[in-house]
């Protein structure tokens, strides 16, 4: 029986067998001795995407009252979720997101001003949930946005790449759809990550959206 550690771009956290290229968490939300969810979906602000083996270390899977081992099908879906790179186990990919961040935030002309992790969580534990723990998204139009942010379309959640729009699953990207490009969508991804994209992070993604 799948174990309930998969996460969608809504920020969902699913029963289902395939864990996809990333692994991350929020804090230890999980019973060990039934390896079960609790109630919560978060314990703490630092929501981070992490590498699925680190200096050889697999681990066993919600198995120890240790931080809940959730799992992304790309970089791409767990930032539209809420989380961020880890600054241990993806240093150099944290650094690229903070610097792009900072750029994101202040625009190219004033003085870098680096935020620390926790800064940046506080920000984004505003920007991803609404009162009652609900997903936070907002308007835009589709045009306006940069490639790898994902959005909502007709219920359901989908990746804006190459100018395309991509249905996400599970597995991978569908077929694109054509949607005019002014048309109003629902961001999924938070806006300051959307900011960050915008100016220069560029978002891992699986390798179905190159063949669309």
């Not at 750029?103 to 620390?116: E, H, N, T």
Request: glycine share 8%; hydrophobic share 40%.
């Amino acid at each position: 029986m799948p174990l309930q550690n998969r996460v969608t771009p809504f920020g969902e956290i699913v029963a289902i067998e395939q864990r996809g290229l990333f692994m991350g968490n929020r804090g230890i939300i999980h019973d060990p001795a039934t390896r079960t969810l609790l109630a919560r979906r978060w314990t703490n602000k630092a929501w981070i995407i992490c590498v699925c083996e680190f200096r050889g270390v697999r681990r066993k899977v919600m198995s120890r009252r240790s931080w809940t081992e959730l799992f992304f099908l790309d970089e791409a879906t767990a930032l539209a979720a809420g989380h961020r790179p880890c600054a241990e186990c993806r240093r150099s990919r944290y650094e690229e997101f903070r610097a792009a961040w900072d750029v994101g935030q202040r625009g190219r002309d004033a003085a870098r001003r680096f935020l620390s992790a926790e800064e940046i969580d506080r920000v984004l534990h505003d920007e991803r949930l609404e009162a009652g723990g609900v997903k936070r998204a907002y308007v835009a139009v589709l045009s306006s946005l940069p490639d790898g942010a994902m959005v909502e379309q007709d219920g359901n959640p989908h990746l804006l790449w190459k100018g395309k729009l991509l249905p996400w699953s599970f597995s991978g990207y569908g077929p694109s759809l054509d949607v005019p490009p002014t048309s109003q969508v629902a961001v999924l991804t938070p806006r300051s990550i959307v900011l960050a994209i915008r100016a220069g992070f560029v978002p891992q993604v699986h390798e179905s959206a190159g063949r669309r």
